[in-house]
């Protein structure tokens, strides 16, 4: 049942698009100070995730007690798969397909499937890294992987087309390397 909107509501609601409509038009050079942070905190991320060697233990595929969970992170990757295809869908061709405004009351179902999907790929990644790095490095890489690169990449590039096509041509890299297809990078 749509909501009742009252004329302060209106004004409120097209002001803030206008002000999501300048930012967007704006671009990222607009805002230097949070181009400078975003930067900093993708190349520190990224920086530690080398020094934790986090490429070479996800793509040893050993079977020691000490490796990376490869079954759970698995699932992981699944998640962050359906993740990525929740995400396309509901930015993309829903709304260009039904016309469809990107609002809460039209994707309650999506929006709590992607918070379950986002919580369960948490979780897991977690779980897998655990017998290889321990509870506080394992904490660590999973900030640095998901706020560091990932928040900060979103913050950084605010067009969802090009969210989604890095995206996925991330997932496709990350699959063809993890799953030994993609040659001996990183070993």
């Not at 995400?87 to 469809?100: A, N, W």
């Amino acid at each position: 049942m749509p909501a009742t909107v009252s004329v302060g509501d209106t004004h409120d609601t097209q002001e803030t698009k206008q002000n999501v409509d300048e930012f967007l038009d704006a671009g990222i050079f607009a805002r230097p100070a949070q181009l400078l942070w975003s930067c900093a905190m993708i190349v520190s991320a990224s920086f530690g995730c080398v020094e934790f060697k986090l490429w070479q233990a996800l793509m040893s595929h050993s079977t020691s007690a000490t490796a990376v969970n490869h079954m759970v992170m698995t699932l992981s990757v699944m998640s962050s798969l359906s993740i990525l295809t929740l995400k396309v869908y509901m930015e993309s061709l829903r709304p260009t397909r039904f016309k469809d405004k990107l609002v809460y009351e039209n994707f309650k179902t999506h929006t709590h499937l992607a918070i379950v999907l986002l919580l369960f790929s948490s979780l897991t990644f977690n779980i897998a890294l655990w017998p290889k790095y321990g509870f506080l490095k394992t904490c660590a890489i999973a900030a640095m992987v998901g706020y560091g690169i990932l928040f900060n990449f979103f913050m950084l590039v605010p067009w969802t087309s090009v969210q989604n096509f890095v995206g996925m041509v991330g997932c496709m890299f990350f699959l063809q390397n993890y799953y030994g297809l993609g040659g001996t990078l990183g070993q």
